[in-house]
């Protein structure tokens, strides 16, 4: 008996998911063994866009080779429902004044539409108490663009 297969996910349905949701899994490969860490994200319907601390093996492995995989899911809780995309590229430092602003303020943005806690500000190198726009106005992370896709897998179940 042959093995169902996964369906593949059209461009505007991997583009839907990708805007639906804000957390994705960045594999890097600088390392014996590959490294994954979850990295909350946006999107401008061209690029993904992450912030990262400047601490933790990630620095380290981006250093050494910045090709990534990122994965970004969507389930229902039961698994009745699934669907992911997986992209492989390289992420690119933004290193412009005015583009570190926008993606900072997209950030900002996000957190306010999706109603997050100010816990995950932790995960950005802020405290909890912080306002979202010191996203913004401090720089105590890094903007990172998710550029030179090579190959993208998207599939979902029925």
């Known amino acids: 008996m042959d093995p169902v297969k996964i369906p593949k996910m059209p461009k505007a349905e991997y583009d839907a998911l990708i805007e639906r949701q804000y957390v994705s899994r960045i594999s890097f490969g600088a390392c014996d063994h590959p490294y994954i860490a979850p990295f909350m994200y946006v999107f401008d319907k061209k ?3 992450f912030l990262s601390t400047k601490y933790g093996r990630k620095m ?3 250093a050494k080779n910045p090709k990534v995989s990122v994965e970004i899911e969507e389930y229902a809780p039961d698994m009745s429902v699934f669907s992911f995309v997986s992209l492989q590229g390289t992420l690119e430092e933004v290193k412009d004044r005015e583009g570190k602003k926008k993606v900072r ?5 996000m957190v ?3 109603k997050l806690s100010p816990h995950v500000l932790t995960a950005l190198g802020h405290g909890p108490d912080d306002p979202p726009d010191v996203l913004v106005n401090e720089e105590r992370s890094l903007v990172w663009k998710l550029v030179g896709v090579k190959d993208i897998v ?3 179940n029925g």
């Open 47 to 49: 690029y993904l866009y």
């Open 60 to 62: 380290e492995y981006f």
């Open 105 to 109: 303020q997209q950030f900002v943005e």
């Open 112 to 114: 306010a539409r999706k």
């Open 154 to 156: 998207a599939l979902k």
